[in-house]
């Protein structure tokens, strides 16, 4: 989780990151599978070490992606040591576990959900005291209220509109999303 350093006043801009991947949760696959599929991909491109961009992305991908915590529940140990996997299935299914405990709903594309490294690392609130703009690319967390220095910020990993469940609709919702 994130703690404010300074005296946030509401409004303010805490945090910008860039998507690693998108992909929409309406589709024909689920949605973390596809974030998981790209992932890779841009991580295991081809093109790498011929192309700045696609260097800088590959990097990211094998320093801070595949490093990622993994969906709440999911023993990345047990994976990697007794696992009878080969190599990429065991890394399909780390970067699935990863993309199911790290990616956001786009508040600007409802129907895409996609993976912030960064912004992934809030800790959630059914009560938040910042909130997400996000689009397919960005992501910008804004302060929702005045938040002394030393407290911890949180967002919500629901959409918005279903803050407004009850608590138990919000539980199986995080259960099934987010395994907690």
Request: proline letters at 4%; aromatic letters at 8%.
């Given at each position: 989780?994130?703690?404010?350093s300074k005296d946030l006043e509401a409004g303010q801009a805490?945090?910008?990151?860039?998507?690693?991947?998108?992909a929409p949760i309406n589709g024909k696959e689920e949605c973390h599978f596809l974030i998981?599929?790209?992932?890779?991909?841009?991580?295991?491109?081809?093109?790498?070490?011929?192309?700045?961009?696609?260097?800088r992305e590959a990097d990211f991908y094998h320093d801070v992606v595949k490093n990622l915590e993994l969906k709440h529940g999911i023993d990345r140990k047990?994976?990697?040591?007794?696992?009878?996997?080969?190599?990429?299935?065991?890394?399909?299914?780390?970067?699935?576990?990863?993309?199911?405990g790290n990616s956001l709903y786009c508040t600007e594309a409802p129907d895409y959900m996609a993976l912030f490294a960064?912004?992934?690392?809030?800790?959630?609130?059914?009560?938040?005291n910042a909130g997400l703009e996000t689009t397919k690319s960005t992501c910008l967390v804004r302060a929702e209220q005045a938040?002394?220095?030393?407290?911890?910020?949180?967002?919500?990993?629901?959409?918005?509109?279903?803050?407004?469940?009850?608590?138990?609709?919000?539980?199986?919702?995080?259960?099934?999303?987010r395994g907690f």
């Open positions: 989780g994130y703690v404010a805490v945090l910008f990151d860039t998507a690693f991947v998108a998981a599929e790209k992932a890779m991909r841009k991580g295991n491109n081809p093109a790498r070490k011929t192309n700045a961009r696609v260097d047990f994976l990697e040591d007794g696992s009878t996997l080969d190599a990429e299935q065991l890394e399909q299914m780390i970067l699935c576990g990863a993309a199911e960064a912004a992934a690392r809030f800790n959630h609130s059914c009560s938040p938040i002394p220095k030393g407290t911890e910020l949180t967002i919500s990993y629901l959409p918005r509109q279903l803050l407004n469940l009850s608590w138990v609709k919000r539980r199986e919702r995080l259960q099934r999303g």
